[in-house]
């Protein structure tokens, strides 16, 4: 099952905005995960139309992660990101980019763009968000 | 026999519209002040050539069988740009392209033909069109932190590229970043890529706005083709200001011969990304070249910067958390509340608005500003 990532500074109504908008469209939840994560919210999904959810959240402006990005969190110091890069690189996984979605407060979420196999998430399960 | 064309007029319906527009853009053009888009220039000498269908496709410096283009003339851009550059005089390549974005398309495809395995840097506060680019051209990429002013984070990406070292690197340095006006050092950038004896590498600069900025200040900061750069990419409606979008793109005439060989195709070589291309755009920037030169350009920069100075001065008057790059013309303030930025434009990034003094920018309309965003929480 494909899953989703809506990142967003922690506002309470995150959920609900999420739930509500897909709900117009006619698009099932079917399995859901939402936690703070420092000062940002985080809710992870699964639904069962993945194209349109996706471009539903677009079109409400609500920046969606899409299954082909890992989402980690790091802490915000130089190299620290290029030591998760190390380890895909020591495992001879290719990353396609890596991009930083958020920074603040001392961390920062990034996205790596990789098949989303085991392997490559063992290795960063220390910092895995999604 | 006669041409197939027919008089048909517009309805009074349309008529109208059209006048609404007109008055519509005569007030916004004036009052934009959070994007860089120079409102005022007059190129009325020049709409005689609308009446024909001018098209510069391909190669600028290749003659072709179509003969209603531009060509010499986009060419005397491209020497003056080559010139400002100080590009290597018979050795650098470009044209005029639809904008910053197929500037930069082009330098990283030049950059990609070079070095196929190479791993893009960019920073963070990067335009989003380098994305969309790196996208577009299956580049492998790696986003590097930016420091608080909005310039590339030289730790990490020092870090990084140790890790990579057996990759070759492309930097995509941005002179003049789109929210904070911020220059990345190439200096110091080829001084890491030094530090790893990294044997090849490539340097595009991604020079949208500054690119018209640095070469007419006292203490530029490096970005060009004398600082070790390869490729740069420059808006032409921005500090220049233009009609319609367009801008220049230089880069090494050595580096795209070398890929002009490995062309599979040999005889349509078509260098440039598209195909068609405009031919009034060279002719607005080569009037501009010629009625302003490098002195009208200068006295333009000056006061562009002045003027964000004296929007600082104000800002801060109304306590006004508000500052600038070196040598940009971006003044950086607390994002302002929703109305304000409606009235005026202002684009935001996160917490942060800007104001940027194009040369239409006036004292009154900074005044303005100041005030309406003094009055407002934000
Ligand atoms: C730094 C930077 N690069 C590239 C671009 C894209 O340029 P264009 O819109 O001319 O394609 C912009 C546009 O604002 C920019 O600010």
């Not at chain 1, 996984?93 to 763009?113: E, F, K, P, W, Y």
Request: aromatic share 8%; proline share 5%; glycine share 6%.
């Amino acid at each position: 099952m494909k899953q989703i990532t809506v990142v967003t500074e922690s506002s309470p109504g995150l959920l609900a905005q999420v739930s509500e908008i897909l709900a117009e469209r006619g698009i099932n939840i079917e399995t859901l995960n939402a936690e703070t994560v420092q000062d940002y919210g985080v809710v992870i999904f699964t639904v069962d139309r993945y194209d349109e959810a996706l471009v539903a959240l677009r079109d409400a402006g609500v920046p969606a992660v899409s299954e082909d990005a890992i989402i980690i969190r790091i802490a915000d110091e130089p190299g620290a990101l290029a030591r998760i890069s190390r380890r895909f690189h020591d495992a001879e996984i290719r990353l396609r980019s890596v991009r930083i979605i958020r920074r603040d407060a001392g961390h920062g979420l990034v996205a790596l763009s990789t098949e989303r196999t085991e392997r490559a998430l063992e290795l960063v399960k220390d910092v895995l968000i999604s | 026999m006669e041409a197939m064309t027919e008089d048909k007029a517009l309805t009074a319906e349309d008529e109208g519209r059209l006048d609404d527009f007109y008055r519509a853009m005569e007030v916004e053009s004036s009052r934009s002040l959070g994007y860089p888009s120079n409102a005022v220039f007059d190129y009325s000498d020049l709409y005689r050539f609308l009446h024909f269908p001018l098209n510069n496709i391909g190669d600028p410096f290749v003659e072709s069988t179509f003969r209603v283009h531009s060509r010499s003339f986009e060419r005397d851009v491209l020497r003056f740009f080559a010139k400002m550059y100080h590009a290597p005089e018979d050795d650098y390549w470009g044209y005029v392209t639809s904008g910053g974005t197929e500037g930069n398309m082009y330098g990283l495809y030049l950059a990609r033909e070079l070095l196929p395995e190479g791993i893009v840097y960019y920073s963070e506060e990067t335009h989003y069109s380098v994305s969309k680019v790196l996208r577009v051209l299956a580049l492998r990429n790696i986003m590097i932190k930016t420091l608080a002013n909005g310039e590339i984070d030289y730790e990490d990406l020092r870090e990084t590229v140790r890790i990579h070292r057996d990759v070759p690197p492309i930097i995509l340095a941005n002179i003049g970043t789109t929210m904070k006006g911020a220059v990345d050092n190439v200096d110091t950038i080829q001084e890491i890529l030094r530090d790893f004896a990294l044997p090849n590498f490539y340097i595009h600069c991604d020079a949208a706005l500054s690119g018209m900025i640095l070469p007419f200040v006292k203490d530029p900061e490096p970005y060009d083709f004398a600082a070790g750069i390869d490729s740069i990419s420059v808006s032409g409606h921005k500090m220049i200001g233009s009609p319609m979008p367009c801008g220049v793109v230089l880069a090494k005439k050595k580096n795209v011969d070398r890929i002009a060989r490995s062309v599979e195709y040999v005889g349509t070589l078509d260098t440039t990304i598209s195909g068609s291309r405009n031919g009034l755009s060279p002719l607005f920037l080569w009037s501009a070249i010629r009625k302003l030169g490098p002195s009208g350009f200068r006295k333009m920069v000056v006061g562009c910067l002045k003027m964000a100075d004296y929007a600082i001065d104000r800002l801060r008057e109304k306590d006004i958390d508000a500052w600038r790059n070196n040598n940009s013309v971006t003044v950086v303030f607390p994002r302002p509340a929703t109305p304000v930025l409606e009235k005026w434009q202002i684009a935001v990034f996160r917490d942060i608005g800007h104001m940027i003094t194009m040369p239409h920018v006036t004292r009154d309309l900074v005044d303005e500003l100041v005030g309406d965003i003094a009055g407002t929480e934000p």
